[in-house]
């Protein structure tokens, strides 16, 4: 066991005790050697480094939750290490999927999305709820919920009654669709 090891486990036996003031020095200390770590493993996967921070506090707060689950005769750093690991694991796949379900358009994409080159502006507006209305049931609720009537996906979960993950991926699924329409491609 390294001297550090030893005072990270000392500081979480105190912590048992009642004395908070070294735990939180030991989170402060070991977030910043996770911060590097995640750093690393974020950039070896293609994704931003600038998301290790929240990695870092899932991390944190993982650990605080199961404190009482380590066994203070065993040693410290593999059972953190087991903690980080499954931690950052679950939020590489969590934000690969997202990037999956992202869809990225210019803004000139944007602004060309509802309008087609022949067609006054002043129709949009009809365009826009004739292609919205042409959209599946659930995507047509979720696309006017957020798209239109501005709503976050949590209250437009809540007014729907479905889970937010699903109204995030009907939204994504409704605008592909959408830019499919725009584009003159159908459904």
């Known amino acids: 066991m390294t001297m550090q090891e030893q005072a990270w486990a000392d500081a979480l036996r105190r912590e048992r005790a009642g004395d908070g003031s070294r735990y939180a020095q030991f ?4 977030s910043s050697v996770l911060r590097r770590v995640v750093r690393g493993k974020l950039s070896g996967a293609g994704l931003d480094v600038q998301e290790a921070e929240d990695v870092v506090q899932e991390v944190l707060i993982a650990i605080h939750q199961r404190r009482d689950q380590w066994n203070d005769e065993r040693p410290l750093l593999p059972w953190l290490g087991a903690i980080s690991r499954y931690k950052t694991i679950d939020v590489l796949r ?4 997202e990037l999956r379900l992202r869809i990225d358009l210019s803004e000139r994409e944007w602004a060309d999305l509802f309008v087609a080159a022949d067609a006054p502006v002043v129709d949009a507006g009809a365009r826009i709820e004739d292609m919205v209305s042409a959209l599946p049931r659930v995507e047509q609720s979720v696309v006017r919920k957020l798209g239109i009537e501005g709503l976050s996906p949590r209250e437009a979960a809540q007014a729907t009654g479905m889970k937010e ?4 991926v009907a939204f994504h699924r409704g605008l592909a669709r959408l830019l499919k329409l725009a584009q003159g491609g159908g459904r």
């Open 27 to 30: 989170l402060e200390e070991y």
């Open 165 to 168: 993950g699903t109204v995030r």
């Open 94 to 97: 969590r934000r690969r999927s």
